[in-house]
């Protein structure tokens, strides 16, 4: 049922799903909301909801889906998919709602900002409600390219308005990232930060190769897209000496709308291999015999203090990472001693840090230990679930009201 590019999906056998009559005269039951992501979503189903529910809690995820069932005691229970953006917007979102109030829980959790309204109504309704706030979506729309250039600022003022406004009025906030903390945190103290940080059993489970037996190669997951720097990063192939016979592999899919026509015209496409989907083994698999991984995010706003999951999950699978030169991941990435900051923009910089890591593996081996050994220390999962349960427990106990 689930998996994408990017998700560390646990076993198959493990995914089975059973059909069952839903139950919710719980008082603890607690319901997830999102009209704009996956099932599979690495953040909410993965980690949010599987963390709930082995702490014992009813947790139901309403989601755009196929069919209802029960995936890892998570109850899935489907909304139609939209067919376009304004009748996601719309008619998805009310369609949310009343599944929302049909469900009688006592605590909802929002994961995108059109859910903004049906969370002010289920507070009417005396419910606790969370806001889930993944990106600075005032920053995120600057970037979006369906949006005309006229409008980005336009939209962006009033998703902050909004956002603004909506917060103050519900239970609690739960922050993707340090910057997303500092600015809610004024407007509702009840903001904890749970930051997106891999769960390390799923990137270091025995895929991994003796370093000597590894390709030549350097790995990129996740959506392709311009902003995320793949033209950089082929052309970067292109600047490297022939003698070093080294790869790009790539695994992901072209998102957000981007042409990506062009990639195979640019100089360093011959060394790329593009693996197109694979499922959280394969993922592992590849991780586990490159000897770096890709995070060149452009400095566009919502980028520059963003926390990507992938550069934690290359340091999860013991690779040295190459990523843009951002302060906050450059404090990570100095810090762990983990790998190589580069000018995203310049392909040169890229090339020289990818040969660097490809000619010196005693260095780069190193790097990737001390990577892995930061995340199983401090940036895992498990330090971000207690955050989260203490906040449901808060809640819960009625210390919020």
Known sequence: MFGSSGVISPPAADMQIRAESPRYERAGAVVHLTTVH????????????????????????????????????????????????????????????????????????????????????????????????????PKDVLSKPYLPLWSREIV????????????????????????????????????????????PEELSNGHSMLWCKRDSAVAYIGGITGLRGIREMIRAMGLLPDALDAKLEIAGNATYGDSLDDLPTLPGWNRVCYRGYLDGAGIAELLGRVRAGLVLFHPAPNHVEAMPMKLFEYMAAGIPVIASTFPAWREIVEEARCGLLVDPLKPQEIAEAMQYLLMHPNEAEEMGRRGMRAVQETYNWKTQARVLLDLYSELFAGSFP
């Not at 507070?123 to 706030?133: E, L």
């Not at 956002?163 to 922050?175: F, I, N, P």
């Open 156 to 199: 962006g003022r009033a998703a902050k308005l909004a956002e603004d406004v909506a917060v103050g009025y519900l239970s609690a906030v739960v922050a993707a990232t340090p910057s997303i903390y500092k600015r809610f945190h004024t407007m509702n103290t009840r903001t904890v930060m749970v930051r997106n940080f891999p769960i």
């Open 38 to 137: 996956a099932p599979s979503d690495t953040r909410i189903f993965f980690k949010e909801c599987r963390s709930l529910a082995q702490a014992g809690m009813d947790v139901t995820m309403v989601v755009p889906a196929e069919k209802a069932g029960v995936v890892h005691s998570v109850r899935i229970e489907p909304l139609p998919r939209p067919r376009a953006r304004l009748s996601r917007m719309t008619r998805t979102v009310w369609s949310a709602f009343w599944k929302a109030l049909r469900l009688k829980a006592g605590l909802y959790h929002l994961h995108d900002p059109e859910l903004l309204p049906v969370g002010l109504l289920l507070r009417a309704w005396g419910k606790h409600v969370i806001y889930d706030v993944h990106e600075d979506v």
